[in-house]
Every structure is written in C-alpha cells, then in structure tokens.
C-alpha cells in the first residue's frame, strides 16, 4: 500500500507531462535561435526582415494619418492587418527567415561552406608545409599537446597559471607596466 501512495495521480502525470513538453519546446526554440544568430545568411535574411516589416509600420502609421479618422480607409488597413494576424505564421514569428525549414536548410549550407574552407586551408597548408626546407623550425612536431587534445583534470587550475597567478594578475602586471 505504500508504494501506491507514492505514485502519481494522473492529474500530475498530465502536469508532469504538460511540463516536460514546454522544456522540450524551449529548449527546440531556444536551439532555431542559436542558429540564427550564428548562421550569417540567418542573421541578414532577419535584419533585412526586420527592416521591412518596420518600414512597413511606417507607411501603415503615415497612411492612417493622412487617411483621416474613420473613413473607409482605416477600415481596410486593420482588415489586412488582421488577414495578417489569422496566418498564424506572423504573430509567432516563424515565418520568412525563420521558419524551420529556413534555418536547418541555410544551417546545412553553412556547415557545408566551413567544411569546404576547412578543407581548402589544410591544402594550403599542406603545400605550405611542402614548400619549407625539411629541417625547418615550423616542421618539428610540437612540444606539447594541443589544449584540445590535453585531458580534463576537473578545472581545478587556470589556463595561462604559473605559481597561483591567475588572469587577474596578469592584467594588474601589464597595466603597471604600461603606466612606468
């Protein structure tokens, strides 16, 4: 009897599972809007929205004030305002450049761009590295692991911490030097 006392009732099930969906939501939303500030063509496509979609607020507000006030003009302005809202895909805001397809499509094409530029740098690298003398200093293996490589040891110490002296101290010592 006591392991059906801590069970829950189905109205915080629904609640749990109400809640759990939202988080789920709001993390998806919280994602499509890390990817349009990162992805550039994302980021002009909504500017260049934006801008339109104020522009158009300007000549809305300019045209209902030369119309006059309750004329048959004003009329049709709020019934294309509100054909607008019924769409659904302006008030939420997904529309145009943000919609999902939008943004997974030109995030593809921009991981697609940097995997072609990452490829075309390590080429030209490559032939750099060919070019040099086999006895040149940039050639010799490196003396230590890249920090990318290097195992985490639980953040114990700073990056760039010699002795106890953290970042802090290393700004405090160049400003004294910079003032002598």
């Known amino acids: 009897t006591s392991q059906k006392q801590n069970l ?7 609640a749990n599972h109400i809640q759990s969906e939202q988080k ?16 550039p063509a994302l980021r002009e496509a909504i500017k260049e929205e934006e801008e339109r979609e104020a522009e158009s607020r300007v000549r809305a507000l300019n045209s209902k004030s ?33 919609s999902e397809n939008i943004v997974l499509s030109k995030t593809i094409d ?10 075309a740098l390590l080429a030209r690298l490559e032939r750099a590295r060919y070019s040099l003398p086999h006895s040149h200093p940039a050639l010799a293996p490196p ?30 010592e160049e400003e004294e030097e910079e003032s002598s």
């Open 110 to 119: 921009y991981i697609n761009e940097l995997i072609s530029e990452r490829t």
């Open 66 to 98: 030369t119309s006059g006030r309750g004329g048959a003009g004003s009329k049709v302005k709020r019934n294309t305002r509100k054909k607008e809202a019924d769409g659904g895909e302006r008030i939420d805001g997904r529309a145009g450049p943000r």
């Open 143 to 172: 003396l230590e692991q890249p920090l990318w490589e290097r195992e985490w040891k639980g953040g114990e110490g700073r990056l760039g911490c010699i002795n106890g002296a953290g970042y802090g101290d290393e700004g405090e």
């Open 24 to 39: 789920r939501r709001a993390n998806i939303r919280r994602g499509y809007e890390a990817l349009c500030e990162t992805v």
């Open 8 to 14: 829950l009732s189905p109205s915080q099930k629904k």
